[in-house]
Each structure stands twice: as structure tokens, then as C-alpha cells.
DNA sequence: CTGAAAGCGCTTACAG
DNA sequence: CTGAAAGCGCTTACAG
């Protein structure tokens, strides 16, 4: 691909390159540069097709337009929903997105992370793998824009946008005991220590009625069919008659064992975070508590976008989304 | 963020900073460089962390180690996994990945593509939305690395990986009357003219046992609920006794207007295109075209890389995949 | 109103 | 065995 380039339209008008460029980047009335001066040039540059090499342009200014998203899966759909939604609101803004997946893997996360800064991108939208903030607190030390999105850390001043799992998790809990069950499960899945699982299992913990009836099986993230199977198999000969899922993932791995048997479950009562759309189509039914992606992917762009735009006024937010019952 | 450079470790050691790249990439052997010199190079480097600025590289030796993916929607489940086959096999092979969604907007597909050119990509890897291989053909003949997956177009001298669209519906529609469905009905969605979509709806056309029976309904891509709605509405007062979806959208949105009654299609039998994990839980059973979408997204980084690295030996491919048949 | 020059961080002939 | 210099394509003081 052969580019024009700022000198190419310079020289065939016999002009600098600093004029173009200041042309092209509208402040030619600013600089009282000549309005016909300014018409050649913008004519010039549609003739030969010019777009400006956003690399030498960022080694040069120290911005890129460009956002680095890492999250945990992004075949899992609420992350390909959240992306989704960063995607639309960053475009819209004139960013472009390098989009990478840690698997859960801290290890990858850590290296994508330098990646990414070394690819200079302007800043990071991540939802972070890591059981410590200090694997990110130099980011915050030396004023790296990130926003934290779905999992957060506890006092750590970076501006981070997620949902009130715990509430969320309670309103799942509520919703079980409103409809006659009378002793609820907790499937999790791991890593068990981020923080949107770990606050909806407070979130269970804190609403059950009675902390003896507290029961929680731990699904392995890259196993979860097995595990869910195990874990069903072990309810069977138990009296637990409500499920509450952490996840969709796990919601979706309950719907495919019961469907090959396991009669005796068939009437468990189900709720799950996440709101997918199989759920409209399961059977069993299950009931769910939506988060409001949409909004968080396009608010962290906007968070992300304010730091960049007004480092000094910026102020760090901690936004708080509600979920929503979804009764099936 | 404040990174080292190579003239930090230049100075710091009080040699010249192309010594240092030399070493830092391997050539110092090479180069005949001091062996105790190199040492103390890499050392220095580890020691401030340095981590190469990517599009100085970039802009000097004309490569970036950056793929652009370019594909109609990643929250739809089948690019959603395309996506995370082609991250994988980047990630191992060291590139990373801009990664955006066109939405079946021409507009926008043209606008990408360029700004992702602009960014300096070492190729591109594309679902086009396209009507037209007019649209691509600079790139072709500019020899710009690029790839087509899933979405191809006849008579381009362009790589491309996808799968055989025309015998997957085919085998689809045989299946359908192996089980003594009379009538198939072909519910196709926009836009027609990909590739893809289109040869699934020949493979409909070809298989049938009498061309009479030829009955398609076109589901807007967004707007396919209500699309759908009304096309089984139709069908209720007819005696089709098989759909073969063209994709999982279609599928599960069928899924859905059917779980809301709909009662008098229940002995319907349906085969989509795309295996997801919802059929298997879905009522009524709905039989599948896999797509081996791993490989299709891993080759896909292979043979782009291969056009890297070897412009001159790399002969250009047109890689077909065949489907499995998932019976239900 | 416009241009010449420096410099972002890197790599690669070229010279010794 | 190693260094000085040019240049990728851009923007921005500075000068006139």
C-alpha cells in the first residue's frame, strides 16, 4: 500500500508540510492561514487520498486513539456484549479498540497488559484477572488512564464501573424464598476471589435465612461441564431445592445436564446472574438478575475518554450499577 | 507512564543505542558484537524494564505485529468464536489484534478498513459485508495482506478460508427428508448476497425433490425477532414441515417465538446452520451444520502470516472446510 | 501568512 | 568490534 503522505501533498502544491498539517488538522483559521491556501490542501489531500499515519503521529504527540480492552473471555457473551458496547460508544468517539483475552491466566494478563501500554495505546479498559490490585498499582502510581470494568478492587483509586452484585445476588436469594424454596445452593465458579463472584457469594451468604443451610460448590472456570455435572450429582441425594448460579456459564452448563437426565432435579428452582437469551427458551425455567451492559461498556469508554480529555479536573468515579429481576 | 528507551540503556552504559538494538534483537552474534557487551545490554534492559516502543518500530522497518479483524458482529456467538480461534493463534504467534465490527454496514466496513490500513496493520483479516469485491480490490491489487473468512468472493485472487456453505445446506435439506419432512421451507436472512449466505440458500434450492416446493423467507439481520414472528405466523396456515435456518440467529429467535406458544408448529422439524450449545438444550430439537470455526480462525492468522513473511513463495489459497452433520 | 528545523524512538546502511 | 547519521511520517515551537 502506498501511502500519501503530509510531504507528498506539500510538494505538489509547493507548500511546507507544516502548513498541511496544520491544515488538516483545523487550525488553519487559528494560525490565520490563508482561506484558499486552506481549500488547495483539503482538495489535494481528498485527491490523493491522504489519511494521516496515526503512528508517526502518536510517536509524535504521545496519543494514539487507541483503547486497549482486555477481559477474561470474550466468547463467553456477556464479555462479547461488553465489548460490543465499548466497540459502538469508542467508535463513535473516533477510537479504534485492540481487544485481547486473558483466559484467567495472570500470567497472560501481565504481559498483555505491557503489551498494550507498549503499543501505546491512550488507555485500558481491563476486567482484571488478578487477586491483588498491587499487580496494577503501578498503572495508578504513574497515572495510567484504566478504568476497572465488571470486577473491581476495594480501595483502590482508579475509576471503575460494575453492578451491586452483592444487592444483585440477595435479590436472586429473596426471589427463591418468595417462591417456596426453602434451602438454596450457591454454584460459583472460579476464580473465586474477583470481584463480582466473590460479592455475589457474600450476597447469598448475607441473605440466607439460616447460615446452616449455607452450601456452595466451586466450578473450575475451564471445566465447567464437569464440574456442574459433579456438582448436580451430589445434590440428587440432598434436600437443596433452589439454584443460585454465579454466572451465566454455569446456568447454561445446568440446562445441558438436565437435559440428558437427572429427572429426579427436574424440580429445582433456578435463578442465575446474567440475562441470556436461552433463557427465554429453557427448560426448566430460570429466572435471572440482568446487568445493565450496555451502559457499563459505553460509561467506561466515557469514564476513560474524561481522563484523557481533562486529566486535571478528572475526578476518579467508582460507578454502581443496578441489576434487575428477571422473573421466568 | 515512563518507559526506557534504548538511549536510556545506551547512556546508562555509555554505548551507542544502535548497539543496543542490535543486541536487544538478536543480531549481536551476528554482528560480531562482544559477547560480555551483550550480556550487560540484555541486563540493563531487563533491569529498567525496558520494553520496545512498538510503532517507532513500526514506523521505520514498516511493521507493526498487529492484525486487523474485521467482522459483521462479535457478540453473535459464531464471530465471537472466530474471533477468540484467531486471538489464540496471534497471541502464540506474537501479533495482536484490532478488532472491529461492521454491523452489515458497508459504510463503515470501507471506513475501518481504511483506518485500520492507516494504522499501520500488517494485514487484515476479513468477514466482508460487502456487495462487491470492487470494494476490496485496491487492497488486492495494492498486495496488501489480507485474508477473507467465512464471507468469500468468487473469482478474487485473494486468499480466503471458509467453509462448503453449498453442501452443508445441502446435506441439511437431505436430512430433513431422511426424516420424512415433506415440505422444507428456507428461512435465509439479510444480507443475501454474502457468500456465505447465499450458497446455503442454493444448497436449500439444489436439494430440493421438486422446485415447487421452493419457499424462502429473507429475516432482516436487525430486526430478526419480529422477522421471524411473522414469517412462522404465515407458515401456520401452510403445510411446511421443515425449516433449515441459514444461521443460529435465525434458530434461536425461532427458539424463542415458539416457546410463546405457537402450539400448531410444534411437529415442525428444524435444521440450522452453525452448532450452538443452546440446541442442546433446546426444545423442540433443533439438528445442526457444524462449522469447524477453530481452524477456520486459526488458519486463517496462518496463511496471512505466511503472506508476511514469505511474500514471494506464498501462493495463494482458497481453503474449503467441510460441515458436520449434528443430528437431534 | 508561511517555512525550516527539531525531535518522538526506533533500525539500518555506512564507515572505520 | 562499535559509532554517527539518516530517516520512517508526523507536529510544534520558533523565526521571519
Redesign the pocket.
Known amino acids: 500500500m502506498k501511502k500519501a503522505?503530509?510531504?507528498d501533498i506539500a510538494e505538489s502544491l509547493?507548500?511546507?508540510?507544516?502548513?498541511v498539517?496544520?491544515v488538516?488538522?483545523g487550525k488553519g483559521d487559528e494560525?490565520?492561514?490563508?482561506r484558499q491556501?486552506q481549500e488547495k490542501v483539503k482538495l489535494k489531500a481528498k485527491e490523493l487520498n491522504y489519511i494521516?499515519?496515526q503512528y508517526?503521529?502518536g510517536?509524535?504527540?504521545g496519543r494514539t486513539n487507541t483503547i486497549g480492552v482486555i477481559v477474561p473471555d470474550i466468547s463467553n457473551i456477556f464479555y462479547g456484549k461488553l465489548c460490543k458496547a465499548i466497540e459502538q460508544e469508542a467508535y463513535l468517539r473516533g477510537y479504534n479498540l485492540i481487544i485481547s483475552n486473558t483466559y484467567e491466566d495472570a500470567q497472560k494478563e501481565k504481559k498483555l497488559i505491557s503489551d498494550l501500554i507498549n503499543r501505546n495505546i491512550d488507555g485500558l479498559i481491563l476486567a482484571s484477572s488478578f487477586d491483588d490490585k498491587n499487580e496494577i498499582d503501578n498503572l495508578r502510581q504513574n497515572d495510567f488512564p484504566l478504568v476497572l470494568v465488571d470486577r473491581t478492587f476495594e480501595n483502590f483509586e482508579v475509576d471503575s464501573i460494575s453492578v451491586s452484585n452483592r444487592e444483585g445476588a440477595a435479590k436472586a436469594i429473596e426471589f427463591l424464598y418468595s417462591k417456596g424454596v426453602k434451602k438454596p445452593v450457591c454454584f460459583t465458579i472460579s476464580p473465586v476471589y474477583v470481584s463480582s463472584i466473590s460479592e455475589r457469594i457474600q450476597g447469598y451468604l448475607g441473605a440466607l435465612k439460616d447460615q446452616q443451610d449455607a452450601k456452595l460448590f466451586q466450578i473450575p472456570h475451564n471445566n465447567i461441564e464437569e464440574g456442574v455435572a459433579n456438582a448436580l450429582a451430589e445434590l440428587k441425594h440432598q434436600d437443596y431445592d433452589g439454584i443460585f448460579c454465579v454466572n451465566n456459564n454455569i446456568a447454561k452448563a445446568i440446562l445441558r445436564e438436565l437435559s440428558v437426565g437427572q429427572d429426579s432435579l427436574q424440580n429445582i428452582r433456578i435463578i442465575s446472574f446474567d440475562d441470556i437469551e436461552v433463557f427465554d427458551i429453557a427448560n426448566p425455567k430460570i429466572s435471572s438478575i440482568s446487568q445493565p451492559i450496555e451502559t457499563m461498556g459505553k460509561k467506561a469508554v466515557t469514564l476513560l475518554i474524561d481522563r484523557f480529555d481533562n486529566p486535571e479536573e478528572h475526578k476518579i468515579q467508582h460507578l454502581v450499577l443496578e441489576t434487575v429481576l428477571i422473573e421466568r
Open positions: 503522505s503530509l510531504k509547493g507548500v511546507s508540510k507544516a502548513l498539517s496544520l488538516l488538522n494560525r490565520g492561514i490563508n491556501t494521516p499515519n508517526a503521529r510517536l509524535r504527540i
